[in-house]
């Protein structure tokens, strides 16, 4: 009775489909995002539009495995850059859900926006940096009417 339950479970392991899971660093363990390699630009910008994908026309990614879903696109105007030269209106993409490290912004108030870029010149932001702008030294950069995208889940408050 054991061996053809072993034998189900092996088999339901070996054709389940690869889940998605966001894992990032601590942001004490991540070099500041004004310092960071990974960060091409930094600004401060308010949430002008957000750009869901058609069905058919943004096809998930697939990638080691792992199907990754469309992104999004949001538009910003910017009210500040803190790196990089950023234009005064950016394009953002960002994956549709959190567990694909998405990011979700606010229309309710200014947004700290992190970016990295793509060979493409596209900006793309991600949660692992989102959730850095409550941390020191990135907390000084953004005032108290800057929406915080994400929370660091290590922070202790």
């Known amino acids: 009775m054991l061996k053809p339950l072993a034998t189900l479970a092996a088999l339901a392991a ?34 002008m539009s957000v750009r869901k994908p058609a069905t058919g026309n943004f096809p998930a990614e697939t990638e080691g495995g792992f199907e990754y879903p469309p992104q999004l696109v949001y538009l910003f105007k910017v009210t500040r850059s803190l790196k990089g030269d950023m234009p005064k209106y950016v394009m953002v993409r960002s ?29 793309h932001a991600g949660s692992c940096s989102q959730m850095c702008w409550g941390a020191e030294p990135n907390r000084s950069l953004i005032t108290e009417d800057t929406m915080q995208t994400w929370a660091d889940p290590m922070a202790l408050e």
């Open 14 to 47: 070996v054709s389940a489909p690869a889940a998605l899971a966001c894992s990032c660093l601590p942001c004490d363990s991540q070099p500041p995002l004004l310092e960071s390699e990974y960060t091409a630009g930094a600004f401060v910008g308010e949430l």
């Open 95 to 123: 994956a549709s859900n959190s567990a694909a490290c998405g990011v979700t912004f606010s229309f309710e108030g200014l947004n700290a926006v992190a970016v990295s870029q793509d060979e493409d010149g596209r900006y």
